[in-house]
């Protein structure tokens, strides 16, 4: 699992602040908590599969309206699971916290059919405040992580190879050309961190990202 600041339990906060962002069912959401919690104990941590089965829960459930679900594929499941695990397991254990879990959803999910209200920059606000040890800003270290689990995502090797069209779109993907370094002297006033607003407002306005993150 990968170093973060996250917390240690999902709270009834989080339960319901996910709800409204994602505009799946509270209960929902607290049954598949409640299964994972059962089934993996103190350990808090999933493997691919039960990343698969969660999330292809979570992506059903969101699926409302008069139009056809996209359907979601074993291949496609696998797929997903591969770049997700990349992007979030960076010391490459295999496990996934449901709190980083939640993270993924949320910063990699689209909401193309615009079925809520909620823009990206509430799904990476909501990421922020849940993993941030100095609320309302955001240090070097925690922009870093964001940044990097991003581009891991948005490989532009394996974007332009995955067929997974209900997640990311060979249209949409382009190549990560800044470094970190580049983007946070452009945020960085010398002060070691940056408000949280400023820090959304570039990462969702970035050429580097915004064609991901205008679809999320």
Do not use: C
Request: hydrophobic share 30%; charged share 25%.
């Amino acid at each position: 699992m990968g170093k973060s600041h996250s917390k240690n339990t999902f709270t009834q906060w989080d339960l319901d602040r996910f709800s409204n962002i994602t505009g799946i069912p509270r209960a929902t959401v607290e049954k598949l908590y409640q299964e994972f919690t059962a089934s993996t104990g103190k350990s808090n941590q999933m493997d691919k599969k039960e990343f698969r089965r969660l999330y292809k829960q979570l992506y059903q459930s969101a699926q409302t309206g008069p139009t056809v679900p996209a359907v979601l594929t074993d291949h496609d499941m696998d797929k997903l699971s591969d770049r997700v695990f990349k992007a979030f397991d960076a010391e490459g254990s295999g496990k996934l916290s449901f709190e980083e879990f939640v993270n993924a959803y949320l910063l990699l999910s689209r909401n193309p059919q615009g079925k809520t209200a909620v823009t990206a920059r509430d799904r990476l606000n909501y990421v922020l405040d849940q993993n941030n040890p100095t609320p309302g800003y955001i240090s070097r270290d925690q922009g870093e992580q964001v940044f990097n689990r991003l581009n891991r995502y948005y490989d532009w090797d394996d974007a332009t190879n995955t067929p997974l069209t209900t997640t990311v779109t060979t249209t949409q993907t382009k190549p990560v050309t800044s470094t970190w370094e580049q983007h946070w002297t452009k945020l960085d006033d010398g002060s070691g961190r940056v408000p949280q607003e400023k820090f959304v407002e570039y990462v969702t306005t970035s050429n580097d990202f915004r064609n991901h993150i205008d679809r999320i």
